[in-house]
């Protein structure tokens, strides 16, 4: 999945892609580098962002993705949380719904997926981190609840991912634990996305200072490492890094089938 944020102010990329044409022209170069996904969001959900309202996310997406509909091959994911937005931006040509807060900041989302027969990726997330807690367990309980959200709603447990938001609502070492015990949240027998794509943990981890755009090579090696445990999907900025990573792990994983 390739990310497309055409937000003034996400951690990595805020400004880059906001214009009209800018935002067109990163997304085809996505989908030419190997993308199967296109997620476009238009509100930053980096630590401490400022939530913008619907009418402001709508006008940020709505026009490049209309535009995309038409020329992209590969499906379009609306990362959104608002059941207003995922409306229209199903309407306008989207076929994926990503909700950060996996169904529970507006449960009225689910029945926008359901009405257009579409998948969602349901990610685990919390206000603040509890570094107390069992994450993996915090997790199961969380998705339990989305999972009774999408099922009253209609959708069928096959369009439903899980995510267990690694990034968001965690503690360092609870990043670290829900990567590594991702085969417990692959064995409630969901597709598993994972995202770490460039994110601060990763710094952490090198030991070093390092600007969201250095941090490649720790960005592959955390979505190498969650391919082989399970993950179906990887949400990323670098595609054409991550497909040939990726097809190294293909290679062996198939081989050893």
């Not at 969001?41 to 535009?67: C, D, F, I, K, N």
């Not at 499906?75 to 207003?84: G, L, M, R």
């Not at 989305?146 to 070492?173: C, N, T």
Request: glycine letters at 8%.
């Amino acid at each position: 999945m390739g990310i497309l944020n055409v937000t003034p102010d996400s951690f990595s990329d805020g400004g880059l892609f906001a214009s009209h044409e800018a935002a067109t022209a990163h997304a085809l170069a996505l989908e030419q580098e190997g993308a199967d996904i296109l997620d476009i969001g238009g509100e930053s959900t980096r630590p401490g962002y400022e939530p913008v309202s619907a009418e402001l996310e709508q006008q940020r997406v709505l026009p490049v993705l209309s535009a995309l509909a038409a020329r992209l091959r590969v499906p379009i994911s609306i990362d959104t949380y608002k059941a207003s937005t995922a409306r229209l931006a199903l309407e306008a040509g989207a076929r994926i719904v990503n909700d950060v807060w996996g169904l529970q900041r507006e449960p009225e989302i689910a029945s926008v997926a359901a009405a257009f027969g579409a998948p969602v990726i349901v990610m685990h997330n919390r206000e603040r981190a509890d570094p107390a807690l069992d994450i993996v367990d915090e997790m199961r309980r969380y998705f339990e609840r989305s999972l009774a959200i999408a099922r009253r709603a209609g959708i069928p447990d096959r369009h439903v991912v899980l995510d267990p938001g690694i990034g968001f609502g965690k503690s360092p070492q609870q990043h670290l634990d829900a990567l590594r015990r991702l085969p417990e949240i692959r064995a409630l027998g969901f597709p598993v996305m994972v995202g770490v794509s460039r994110k601060s943990l990763l710094g952490r981890i090198a030991g070093r200072e390092t600007a969201p755009r250095d941090r490649l090579n720790a960005s592959i090696g955390a979505h190498v490492l969650a391919a082989t445990l399970g993950a179906d999907i990887v949400r990323v900025h670098d595609v054409a890094a991550h497909v040939e990573a990726l097809r190294v792990v293909d290679a062996v994983m198939e081989s050893a089938a």
